[in-house]
């Protein structure tokens, strides 16, 4: 089953007196599911840390990338706290110094805030950085949509007449169900 970073994770199952459920090896994503040790339910807010460390990719590179995505999926809001260095390492099975790593490069970056006593939340203003992330994120999709226009032999006007239309109907579906349109976000 492959990873889904937007998957909203229940509570933990707890056993008798609320005492979490959680196995020697790993961590309950759900009383169905069961994580291995790699990857981190951290269910007080609302993220799922999945580190890979045959990917080559440094863990405080991972664990940043994780939290961009998050707040640019919507998953972190501005003003939702994070776990504390110390909670989230020992989670992962990682040092310390790592986490505190990746945390000082997102609050360098003004993604993330930490305040006195250790606290650590979502910037209130994340900047240009989530533009810049959605754009990334959304960039493949733009490419497959252009892939399959030319090979259907489409105009690129008719693609972005087509893409246009599609945003549209978008827009009058979240007008009519209440949501706020797609410039507010």
Known sequence: MPFDPLLS?????????????????????????????????????????????????????????????????????????????????????ISTNTVARAYQNLERDGVLRTVQGGRTYVAENPGSFLKSERVRRLRPYARQIAVEGTQLRLEPREIMDLVKQELDALEELNERSGDLDRKSH
Not at 27 to 50: C, G, N, P, Q
Not at 72 to 79: R, Y
């Open 9 to 93: 994770l229940p509570p933990p199952p707890t056993g008798p007196f609320g005492k979490s459920q959680t196995p020697q090896n790993g961590v309950y994503a759900s009383r169905e599911k069961f994580l291995d040790s790699a990857t981190v339910a951290v269910y007080h807010y609302r993220v799922l840390l999945h580190l890979n460390p045959a990917s080559g990719v440094p863990t405080y590179l991972q664990i940043e990338t994780q939290v961009k995505h998050y707040i640019a999926a919507g998953a972190l809001s501005p003003g939702d706290a994070l776990p504390s260095v110390r909670k989230l390492a020992a989670d992962l099975r």
